[in-house]
């Protein structure tokens, strides 16, 4: 039996499932993404604390997107329980406190990559002088249309 390559995993944060769930645009690369994991051709993987502040912010901002973002996340995201405060502490330093507990989670999961919109002052701008590997070589942090590209690349040297 041949051995499948592994889909890659990607941690989404709370902005671009936010994004994902109240944009009209059904091409921005937030929804791509959500919808390249819907036909699993990647695993979409986010934390219990994303869940509740997307939701919180949705109720607030757009209720109306509420619908969209339960089904996304019932079709496209494994929701996960949240790091704890040892595995959150243990990156103290690799990024603004606020982001440690996103930061974490991606790592506490094996993910090849955290898509967030924080791009230019968030994780990334902590990151950069690890070339945006937060202390661990095998996680990426980029925006979603970066995302979005790495994706193609890997899925055509399939």
Do not use: W
Not at 23 to 37: C, D
């Amino acid at each position: 039996m041949e051995n499948k390559p592994e889909k890659p995993r990607i941690f989404i944060d709370a902005d671009v499932l936010f994004v994902g769930s109240a944009s009209p645009q059904q091409y921005s690369a937030s929804l791509v993404i959500l919808r390249m994991a819907e036909i699993t051709l990647i695993k979409a993987i986010t934390s219990q604390q994303v869940i509740t502040e997307v939701e919180r912010n949705l109720e607030q901002k757009f209720p109306a997107a509420l619908v969209t973002f339960r089904m996304l996340v019932n079709r496209c995201l494994q929701v996960l329980p949240d790091p704890t405060e040892q595995e959150v502490d243990a990156l103290t330093g690799l990024a603004d406190p606020k982001d440690l507990p996103i930061l974490a989670a991606a790592v506490k999961y094996n993910c090849q990559y955290l898509t967030t919109l924080e791009y230019p002052t968030g994780l990334r701008t902590h990151l950069a002088e690890q070339h945006f590997q937060p202390g661990t070589p095998n996680l990426t942090v980029l925006p979603p249309g970066d995302t979005v590209q790495s994706i193609r690349y890997l899925l055509s040297s399939i």
